[in-house]
């Protein structure tokens, strides 16, 4: 396996920010079992549901931050290309919600430099704690994730399936990154900060709905 040198992760992560944030998004982004057909909704279901995948798709901006935190500062070689590789899966979660959000004809938050800034600084931190501390902030964060978008499929139209279909798929690779990162060494975080990584991604989902 190659070892990345700091230089290299830098520019790794420079190409990520430019991929994430310039990149041209592709024209059917979706996985081949989301339904094409636009189902028809309410406008209060409509409304609902673009602001839950308005919320989505913030987390999905804080997760490529994440990721990359995570990556950059990581101890061990295999580590950082195992992070590299949850961090592509993610990318097609910012597609797929950025798309869902302009078909349900909202906007994506305007904090999302607020939540990409917040969340790199968070990833980069806890990965010089060390790659164990690293893993297990990111298989709590997947755990977490996989509960909220839960919550999502129980508040949304049973009408809407292109919307529910895409979430179920994020649930899916979301638990599969947590398992990951638990076999990969990741340590078990402790209550407290289980409970404060909770009351944040609280004011991001709440904050990110209306704004």
Not at 18 to 45: G, M
């Amino acid at each position: 396996m190659r070892t990345f040198s700091r230089k290299d992760r830098l520019l790794d992560y420079a190409d990520q920010v430019l991929r994430a944030i310039l990149a041209p998004r592709p024209t059917d982004p979706y996985p081949e079992t989301v339904p094409r057909k636009e189902p028809e909704l309410s406008d209060a279901d409509r409304a609902l549901a673009g602001r839950l995948m308005r919320v989505n798709h913030a987390g999905e901006v804080a997760a490529q931050a994440l990721y990359q935190g995570h990556a950059l500062c990581a101890h061990n070689p295999a580590t950082h290309e195992a992070l590299r590789e949850a961090g592509r899966d993610e990318m097609h979660h910012l597609y797929w919600t950025a798309a869902r959000v302009a078909e349900l004809k909202t906007h994506t938050s305007y904090l999302a430099p607020v939540w990409y800034t917040g969340a790199f600084m968070i990833g980069a931190a806890t990965a010089v704690l060390g790659d164990e501390i690293s893993l297990g902030f990111v298989a709590e964060t997947e755990r977490q994730v996989v509960i909220h978008l839960q919550g999502h499929l129980a508040r949304l139209s049973v009408s809407d399936q292109k919307t529910r279909s895409i979430i179920e798929h994020m649930a899916a690779d979301e638990a599969r990154h947590a398992a990951q990162a638990s076999a990969a060494g990741g340590r078990t975080l402790p209550w407290p900060a289980r409970k404060a990584m909770r009351l944040a991604a609280r004011v991001m989902t709440k904050t990110a709905f209306w704004v």
